[in-house]
């Protein structure tokens, strides 16, 4: 039996109003949390020095579009529909089948070293055909990242040669999830990527394979007026309203963004009980609009927070992402006390476990859950003095600043360092595959 010990960190368990453990210790055995402590420390094969650091929960990055990655920095400063159809959706269409492998590879050592243990993948893609999804589970796997990665579609209609056939979906998605069961550090959900590009039949289908196989989905929502106008063209109803209509509500089905809702929008989301995440960051750039957060936690809606795709963030900073969710709903309601620490970093750990159906073993440093552990070195001079460990996490830490992460019990970054990836290699590759793929454009 394995056993890891961290010991002299001031350990944020994430735990609901538990004030921080000062020079604590954490003992992880065979990849889960076996006890939390203060005092002396149990032995352990392994002893890791956790003096300086702040012992977090690993984040959740519960929105992400690693599929993208190849056109970070690329149409900023226009509006979301404009960025994607005039500078994305080209670069996405000459991606070759080993240029999955890549940006899976790249974004998962973007995240971990951001302390980002899990990311919720919205994979989608022009290229199903050459099984470009499989090739994505195996690469984020293979990274040591925790992830549920979403395969995302549409049956009717979205950008050429991103439609896909209702029954191909079906096919396609079940072949996934056979290959990476509800088991293991890999997982599969599924999903309309865009939800006026639908059919009322093809929801379903989704919301069926879902009910027979655990399986979450996780759906773009009310993002901006347009979305909405969109689905309102189509359908006669709003965003909500139509997802509620065909029966894709529910705690399985995570609704991502949420910006631009009615009172009884956010009433129909709290009475089905799907979770809402939040992209502050992305809903910045893109000028997409501000989510009404305090009116959906007061309806009861569980919360967790995403950082959007590595194109639209245009990092993968939940540290980053967590200040943004905080300040932007201060700023807009001049309420200090509107959002504070404590409940973005709630979001952005026990939150998004929670969305993904794992809320009763990740997210949180306690007994019985899985050992996916991140040290942020406090001890820098943006960081100084530490009156409150919590605050200095939230609102002075950066991405950077985080030193050791465990992913079920395995160090994957020590120093600061990858420990699975060969970084500067992906970093060359990547960098070397967008400019061609570009210029080809
Ligand atoms: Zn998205």
């Not at 001079?381 to 950066?398: C, E, I, K, Q, W």
Request: aromatic share 4%.
């Amino acid at each position: 039996m394995a056993t890891t010990v961290l010991r002299g960190g001031t350990i944020l368990t994430g735990e609901a109003g538990r004030p921080p453990i000062e020079a604590g210790w954490l003992l992880v055995e065979d990849g889960l949390i076996a006890a939390v402590g203060e005092g002396d420390p149990p032995g352990a094969d392994e002893v890791i020095d956790a003096s300086g650091m702040l012992v977090i929960p690993g984040f959740v990055n519960a929105h992400t579009h690693l599929c993208m990655i190849y056109g970070r920095s690329l149409g900023t400063d226009r509006d979301l529909l404009h960025w994607l159809g005039e500078a994305q959706i080209p670069v996405m269409r000459g991606l070759e089948p080993s240029d999955y492998a890549l940006s899976m590879t790249l974004g998962a050592v973007e995240n971990l070293k951001a302390g980002n243990t899990t990311v919720c993948e919205v994979f989608f893609s022009p290229h199903y055909d050459a099984e470009v999804d499989q090739v994505a589970a195996q690469a984020l796997d293979d990274s040591g990242i925790r992830s549920v990665l979403f395969r995302c579609t549409n049956d009717e209609s979205f950008f050429d040669g991103f439609v896909e056939d209702r029954g191909d979906i079906v096919r396609r998605v079940s072949e996934l999830h056979d290959r990476w069961p509800n088991d293991g550090r890999t997982r599969i959900g599924g999903g309309p990527l865009i939800p006026w590009g639908s059919s009322e039949g093809s929801f379903r289908d989704l919301v069926e394979l879902s009910a027979d196989r655990g399986m979450p989905l996780h759906l773009h929502t009310a993002e901006t007026p347009e979305y909405n106008d969109l689905v309102r063209e189509r359908t006669g109803r709003s965003n909500v309203e139509m997802l509620a209509d065909v029966g894709s509500l529910g705690p399985a089905v995570m609704l991502n963004h949420c910006v631009h809702l009615s009172e009884r929008d956010i009433a129909l989301i709290a009475e089905a009980g799907s979770p809402v995440i939040h992209d502050p960051t992305s809903n910045m750039l893109l000028a997409s609009g501000v989510a009404p957060v305090p009116a959906l936690r007061a309806a009861g809606v569980p919360l967790g927070l995403g950082c959007d795709g590595p194109a639209c963030n245009n990092g993968q900073d939940m540290i980053e992402n967590m200040k943004y969710a905080a300040l932007l709903q201060k700023a807009v309601s001049r309420r200090a006390d509107v959002v504070v620490a404590e409940e973005v970093f709630r979001m952005a750990t026990h939150g998004g476990a929670t969305a993904i159906g794992l809320g009763d073993r990740l997210g949180m440093l306690a007994p019985g859950f899985l050992a996916d552990v991140v040290l942020v070195d406090a001890r820098g001079p943006h960081m100084t003095p530490l009156h409150d460990p919590l605050a200095a996490l939230v609102y002075s830490a950066r991405g950077s600043d985080v030193d050791t992460v465990l992913v079920g019990g395995s160090v994957v970054v020590r120093g600061g360092v990858a420990q699975t990836v060969d970084e500067q290699q992906v970093v060359r590759d990547v960098a070397r595959r967008a400019a061609a793929v570009r210029a080809a454009c």
